[in-house]
C-alpha cells in the first residue's frame, strides 16, 4: 500500500489548471479501500488546513468519508505536478484559440448581421422574431449547440 493513515492525499480527478485543490487525509485503510476525509486545501505548493471537525455522530462526521481505490488518489507534492502540466496544456489552448478568436468574430459577426436583416423584414410586416419561433428553432439550436443557453442570451 502506498499510502498510510494520515497521509494526505489529493483525488486525481478533482485536478484543474490554473485553481486550487482539495486536500484530505487518510482516516482508515480496509483491504484495498482507502477511506478519506476532507483536511484543507492546497494552492501552489502551499496546504492549508480548515480546521473543522464535525462533532463525533453527527450526520457531517458520517458523511464525511469517502471511499477511494489507491490508484485514484495521488500525492500533493504529485499534485503540484499534475497541476503544472494541466496549466501548461491549457496555456498551450488558450494560445490555439486565440490564433481562430478573429475568424469565429467575423463568422458572429456574419450571423448578426442575417438575424438584424431577418428582423427588418419582419418589423416591415409588423411582425417580431418573436413571432417566427418554429422558423427560429434551427437558429436556437446552432445557438445551443454552441455553448450557449436561452438564458444567456437574456442576461
Not at 482507502?34 to 453527527?58: C, V
Not at 490564433?99 to 450571423?111: N, P, T
Request: aromatic share 10%; with cysteine; hydrophobic share 30%.
Amino acid at each position: 500500500m502506498r499510502f498510510s493513515v494520515g497521509d494526505l492525499v489529493v483525488e486525481k480527478k478533482r485536478l484543474l489548471p490554473h485553481t486550487s485543490y482539495s486536500v484530505s487525509k487518510v482516516a482508515v485503510i480496509l483491504d484495498d479501500s482507502i477511506l478519506i476525509e476532507h483536511y484543507g486545501y492546497g494552492y501552489d505548493e502551499e496546504i492549508h488546513s480548515d480546521n473543522y471537525s464535525a462533532p463525533i455522530g453527527s450526520r457531517s462526521w458520517r458523511e464525511g468519508y469517502e471511499r477511494y481505490q489507491e490508484d485514484e488518489l495521488i500525492t500533493p507534492e504529485e499534485a503540484v505536478k499534475e497541476i503544472q502540466r494541466l496549466n501548461d496544456v491549457k496555456d498551450i489552448l488558450e494560445k490555439e484559440f486565440e490564433g481562430v478568436r478573429s475568424y469565429i468574430q467575423d463568422k458572429l459577426d456574419q450571423a448578426a448581421g442575417f438575424v438584424k436583416q431577418a428582423g427588418e423584414i419582419a418589423k416591415s410586416c409588423d411582425k417580431s422574431l418573436f413571432d417566427l419561433k418554429p422558423e427560429g428553432q434551427e437558429l436556437y439550436k446552432a445557438l445551443e449547440d454552441a455553448g450557449w443557453s436561452h438564458s444567456h442570451m437574456s442576461c
